[in-house]
């Protein structure tokens, strides 16, 4: 089961808070490098692997590298302890659209909660959630390779508090998948960092589509 591990918090003055988000930031690339080296040790020995699918896998591991980067710039530019949620999933989807979408195959559609600043910690958990929804409906919704829709939006509800949905039109999820028990490694790391959060994830089946949808309380 993967589990992700907080660490101690530093203070909390401003200079305390840059501290730990960068701490935040050094534990998800190491969670990264762990994966990566997870996933290595699951190939099997002397054997070639088509093409595109170690293609696809670099391209989804650029995707959580880039994520985990963009948040650092956005903080080291800013020079402040919070992230702009609005300007952070941009960055995410910009970079998703750059590592995985083939030119002209997939539209992206933004509507998102203006002035919503969220601590590194928040930000970073958030980030890589919405970078694994992305990349199942980049990769997944429309397997023929037609042309699709994503839309990615925020919200503040006052029974849910912050709610993040990602939600595409194409085929769904496959018959008899459970999200909530897979062990897939794109479910698995949405789940955990739901859990970080202390957020509920959900799946929607739609008629068309499938939406997934982060709700964190404020």
């Not at 020995?45 to 963009?70: F, H, K, N, Y």
């Not at 980030?127 to 994503?150: D, F, Q, R, W």
């Not at 999820?173 to 909530?180: I, N, R, S, T, V």
Request: proline share 5%; with cysteine.
């Amino acid at each position: 089961m993967l589990k992700i591990m907080d660490a101690p918090a530093p203070a909390t003055t401003l200079a305390g808070e840059l501290v730990e988000a960068n701490h935040r930031i050094a534990n998800n690339l190491g969670l990264i490098a762990g994966l990566l080296r997870f996933q290595a040790a699951k190939l099997p020995e002397a054997a070639l692997l088509p093409t595109q699918e170690v293609r696809g896998w670099l391209r989804q591991m650029s995707l959580r590298i880039d994520t985990v980067g963009r948040l650092h710039r956005i903080l080291t530019d800013n020079g402040q302890e919070t992230v702009d949620l609005s300007k952070y999933l941009r960055e995410i989807s910009d970079a998703a659209m750059l590592s995985l979408s083939m030119e002209g195959q997939s539209e992206i559609l933004i509507d998102l909660e203006t002035n919503c600043p969220l601590s590194a910690k928040q930000a970073a958990a958030i980030g890589l959630v919405v970078g694994e929804a992305l990349t199942n409906a980049l990769k997944y919704s429309h397997p023929t390779g037609v042309s699709g829709k994503i839309a990615i939006r925020s919200r503040r509800s006052g029974e849910r508090g912050l709610v993040i949905e990602v939600a595409d039109d194409g085929v769904g999820l496959p018959e008899g998948f459970d999200p909530h028990t897979s062990e897939s490694t794109g479910v698995a790391l949405m789940r955990a960092f739901a859990n970080q959060l202390g957020a509920r994830l959900e799946f929607e089946r739609r008629p068309i589509g499938l939406c997934i949808r982060l709700e964190l309380p404020t």
